[in-house]
């Protein structure tokens, strides 16, 4: 059995994933808050999501890391294009 810290609260956990299952419900509310943001006003800083959505800055950047999100340049090159971002 392999121990896991989570992300968001740092306890441990042997369950799959980023955090722990009493961090999971409100990571997956953030998550879509992060993802309904970037679809509707592009990526302009990190601190600016954070300010505007009230998600903490080290889980932007978490969920940036994320593979959904095919890749940071290409999130930037859709919203110059006004066409959104696609999330797989």
Do not use: H, W
């Not at 990190?46 to 932007?60: H, R």
Request: with cysteine.
């Amino acid at each position: 059995m392999e121990l896991n810290k989570c992300s968001r609260c740092g306890a441990f956990y042997a369950n799959d994933g980023d955090v722990c299952p009493k961090c999971a419900s409100k990571d997956n509310l953030e998550l879509s808050t992060f993802k309904s943001y970037i679809e509707q006003n592009g990526f302009s800083s990190v601190d600016t999501i954070a300010t505007e959505t009230g998600i903490a800055q080290k889980n932007v950047n978490r969920f940036l890391g994320y593979e959904g999100i095919n890749n940071i340049n290409d999130v930037q090159s859709e919203n110059l294009n006004g066409t959104g971002v696609v999330f797989n």
